[in-house]
């Protein structure tokens, strides 16, 4: 029988960021990451409800649900395994929650990598004490429904974030981005050479020897000067 349009798992892609990449994001704040970026991508709609340190990084394991409907999130949980970051395109939309303690628990047994919801979870309590990395848009005591429809392996859009199966999720403090899975090693090289030259700038602030000469030649210019 052929599954209806909507309600489909989707093969998953054959090539994705290798480990050995993911742990080079380890080291890049999400700043550094949006700069080599052109400050062009991401998203600080999504806020992390985990309070333990620890930056999220996985490849993304998609899923598109309709609001409140967490049937095709438990598909994801028992797919998933270590480095799978399962991001849920909810709708951006309550009133019901998409994920509580027990998905947590079963997601963390899988080695999940963490979540990102682009709606809302409940039991935040007890996520909070957990260390796996969960995004999410806020909180809703009330339960969701588990009758579909979604589709696994789609491109989702989370807050005006396109996520496509695959693709590099970081997150921390400062918000989320995703980088895409063909440019992931080309923008690692440009967010390690940022990474230098910011190591540079701080070491000459310590030694009292930055150059400010640029913010005086920057007024001239607009005639402030």
């Not at 999504?46 to 967490?70: E, K, Y």
């Not at 695959?166 to 063909?182: H, K, Q, R, S």
């Not at 913010?215 to 402030?224: E, F, H, I, M, N």
Request: include cysteine.
């Amino acid at each position: 029988m052929t599954s209806p349009h909507g309600f489909r798992i989707h093969p998953r892609p054959a090539h994705t960021v290798s480990a050995s990449l993911m742990e080079r994001y380890r080291n890049f704040p999400v700043a550094n990451i949006s700069d080599a970026m052109s400050r062009t991508t991401g998203t600080s709609g999504l806020r992390p409800f985990h309070r333990r340190n620890g930056n999220l990084v996985g490849r993304a394991l998609t899923v598109r649900t309709r609001p409140g409907d967490n049937l095709m999130v438990h598909k994801a949980i028992d797919l998933s395994g270590p480095g799978d970051v399962i991001v849920v395109d909810a709708g951006g939309a309550g009133p019901n929650a998409i994920i509580g303690e027990i998905m947590l628990a079963l997601a963390i047994a899988r080695g999940a990598a963490g979540f990102v919801i682009d709606g809302l979870i409940r039991d935040s309590d007890t996520i909070g004490q957990e260390p796996l990395p969960v995004y999410a848009r806020g909180v809703s005591h009330r339960g969701p429904y588990k009758d579909g429809p979604g589709e696994l392996h789609v491109p989702v859009c989370i807050d005006g974030m396109v996520v496509r199966p695959g693709d590099l999720i970081v997150g921390d403090g400062d918000g989320l981005l995703v980088v895409p899975a063909e440019e992931a090693e080309a923008i690692a090289v440009c967010v390690e050479q940022i990474q230098r030259n910011e190591a540079g700038i701080l070491q000459s602030i310590a030694q009292g020897r930055a150059d400010r000469t640029w913010v005086d030649r920057s007024l001239a210019d607009k005639g402030v000067l």
